[in-house]
């Protein structure tokens, strides 16, 4: 089945879930309260979509990861869920139809953030997508950081038919180059630039469940007059 790919942070979601679970691990006692502080005065110094940058993004990674190295997974986890339980509130309101019409379309969706995975799988399940990937920390080291432009790519399985792919920053460029139908959503600086000069789908809040239904209907419309094609030529 073809896959469609989406971001969480921004695209499916208005805020930073990963941040929003720092905040409460720090706030908890859970991490050093001025290791996760470090993270957060780094981000307010930057400049709107510099974070979408290598070495910006990898500097927060690097940061994240310092902040909950001596984090128990277990805590993680379970705040993790917790937090997601006030947090899914404000999903944008296209998210779960988007995601319904995804999967009656026969579409294998899979969920990919820069934040980390244990918020990222709350999401997930939340949601009823079937595979996703976010940050991965150990002992103070990133593992896995698909926040890093060019990184979110390489997570899909290289011989996947990515039919839709949806993002909003620099990090997602990789993702909606590989897609049939690259969708940017509300997209920062960079995303908006590559995607004019590419040709991909722009869309907003209002714009974005309307425009994917009409893909999808043409879709099967188009798969419908191909079978019927090929059986009047048998």
Not at 125 to 150: K, Y
């Amino acid at each position: 089945m073809p896959y469609a790919a989406l971001d969480l942070d921004g695209t499916l979601y208005p805020g930073t879930a990963g941040l929003a679970l720092l905040s409460a691990l720090a706030k908890g006692g859970h991490c050093p309260a001025g290791d996760a502080a470090s993270l957060f005065a780094f981000l307010d110094q930057l400049a709107a979509d510099q974070l979408n940058t290598v070495d910006k993004a990898t500097r927060a990674c690097q940061l994240y990861a310092r902040a909950v190295a001596a984090t128990d997974p277990r805590v993680v986890e379970q705040l993790s869920h917790t937090i997601w339980q006030s947090e899914r509130r404000t999903l944008f309101s296209f998210t779960r139809p988007l995601v319904d019409a995804l999967h009656r379309a026969g579409h294998t969706t899979i969920l990919i953030s820069g934040s980390p995975h244990e918020i990222v799988r709350a999401a997930a399940d939340d949601l009823g997508i079937t595979h996703c990937q976010g940050a991965v920390f150990r002992d103070g080291h990133v593992i896995r950081a698909p926040g890093i432009p060019g990184v979110k790519e390489s997570i899909l399985p290289a011989d996947a038919e990515v039919s839709f792919a949806f993002g909003n920053s620099a990090s997602d460029s990789d993702l909606l180059a590989r897609a049939v139908h690259p969708i940017a959503f509300e997209p920062l600086p960079l995303l908006r630039k590559a995607a004019e000069v590419n040709g991909w789908t722009v869309v907003d809040r209002t714009t974005l469940l309307p425009t994917v239904m009409d893909l999808i209907r043409d879709g099967e419309e188009l798969r419908t007059a191909a079978s019927s094609a090929l059986t009047h030529s048998r």
